[in-house]
Structure formats: C-alpha cells, structure tokens
C-alpha cells in the first residue's frame, strides 16, 4: 500500500513547492511509483513539471468538488514513474464549496483511497495556509513532512502547525504523524542557519531529518524550465540533496515496515 505524504506550513516561501517537485522526481528515480498532488491554487508545482494548468481537462478542483476521480486525472511528468494531478486558480473557491460537503474535510482521503494499491508515494503540495484543503490533505495523509526555512521568523509559525496536526490527531486522522522537519534554503556559511538547525534537533530530536536543502541557484533556476533539478543539473547540490532525502525516506520507511 502506497504512502501518502502531506508537504506543510502555514507560512509561505519555505520550499513546500519546491521540495515536492524534487522529492517526488527523486523518490520516482529511485524506482518508486509517485503521484503528486497540486493541492495550492498557485499551481506552481503543475507548472514546475512545464504543464500548462488551462491545458489539462481536469484538475483536484474537479476531484474535490464535483467527485471526479483522481485515477484518470492525472498526467504523466517529464520524470519516469512520476504523474501529477494539478491545479489551477479555481481551487481559491473550492474551499466555499466544500463548505456544505458531508464529511467535508475527508473528501480527498475518499478520492485517494483507490490509488494507494497504484503508487508507493502520494505527496501532496500544500497552500500556505491551514484552511479546508490543507484539513483535507492532512486527514488523507499518513505523514506530514513540514519544511522550516533557516531563517528565525521561520520557527514562529511551527506552533501553530503542530496545534493543527494534534487537533486533525485527535478528531480526524489518529494515524498522522509527522515524516520529519526539513531544513530548507540551508547556507552553511551563516551562524544563524547553523543554530536554527541545532534548536530544531534540539526540540524536535530525530524528526529532524539528517539532511538539509541548500540554497542554490540551478535548484531556483529549474522550475522556469519546466524539469526538476535533477533533469535539469543533475550534479547541481540542489538535486543530490532530494536524492539524499528520497533515500533518507524510503529507509525510514523499510525501517517501519520490517
């Protein structure tokens, strides 16, 4: 059965997008099915892949609110193994669609369910934002991996988030845990990136993965070409650092599942 896996923070520009985008092309290198889902109205994780969202004839917009069903609305990447469901600027109203659902905070668990026999890993990009669709991620998911820019303001929201994550626990998904903390646009060279790590290993102990993710400017510069760093400079410390964090999660996972 394939794990599903939310990628989440409340707070924008951390790397949500851009770790799903090269996790996924990663975790799909290694020889693992993957399926993404685009599940921000921003729908950059669906043009990072170079997919036009006008040009797909559904997206999780139509999944969420009118039941289409995911298997057949996903389109194939420019990465074996890989296929996406995506987004477009719609899914900013499906939240008030949503609203008069029953079970409405479990409709994408439901859709979900037929795929996990299909794929050995869902991931699913988040909205910053801890609103219906991100509830409906993390009540569909397993785990949740949360990226923590190496910046101080980047620790203030975590509270928050975690809040979330043990009142989806308590009410809706009893099985979420949490995958681990990302360390994300990581520059060795700041004493302050150093210490953001050291307290979150501090605090947070072995949830913290082991690897971080570099800044880098050919893992900034990929999504403008539609490939994920890994196609597009695969010797580049952005991509080798995914690479690094895909084997990271999958042995963690055998770990689990003797």
């Not at 997919?51 to 609305?73: A, F, H, K, N, Q």
């Not at 820019?149 to 979420?176: C, D, V």
């Not at 953001?196 to 949830?207: N, R, S």
């Not at 971080?212 to 999504?223: F, G, K, Q």
Request: proline fraction near 5%; aromatic fraction near 6%; charged fraction near 20%.
């Amino acid at each position: 059965m394939g794990k599903i896996i939310a990628i989440a923070n409340q707070k924008g520009g951390v790397g949500k997008t851009t770790t799903t985008i090269n996790l996924g092309a990663s975790l799909a290198s290694a020889g693992k099915r993957t399926l993404i889902i685009d599940a921000d109205p921003q729908a950059n994780a669906t043009s990072g892949y170079g997919i036009e969202p006008r040009s797909m004839t559904s997206s999780i917009y139509e999944c969420l609110v009118d039941g289409y069903p995911i298997d057949g609305s996903q389109v194939k990447t420019c990465v074996d193994n890989l296929d996406l469901v995506g987004s477009r600027i719609d899914l900013a109203g499906a939240e008030i669609e949503l609203i008069n659902k029953p079970n409405r905070e479990r409709v994408l668990a439901n859709l979900l369910e037929p795929l996990k026999p299909v794929y050995d890993y869902i991931l699913i990009d988040c909205s910053p934002s801890l609103g219906l669709i991100t509830v409906n991620a993390l009540t569909a998911a397993n785990s949740v991996i949360i990226p923590v820019q190496a910046e101080y303001f980047a620790l203030e929201g975590i509270s928050k988030l975690l809040n979330t994550i043990r009142i989806i626990k308590s009410k809706l998904n009893p099985a979420l845990e949490i995958e681990g903390f990302l360390l994300t646009m990581y520059d060795a060279r700041l004493r302050l990136a150093n210490q953001i790590y050291e307290e979150l290993k501090g605090h947070f102990a072995d949830m913290v993965f082991d690897t971080v993710i570099p800044r880098n400017i050919r893992l900034s510069e990929a999504p403008s070409h539609g490939l994920p760093a890994i196609l597009y400079d695969p010797e580049s410390r952005g991509a080798t650092s995914h690479i690094m964090l895909a084997r990271e999660i999958i042995s963690r996972n055998r770990q689990a599942c003797p």
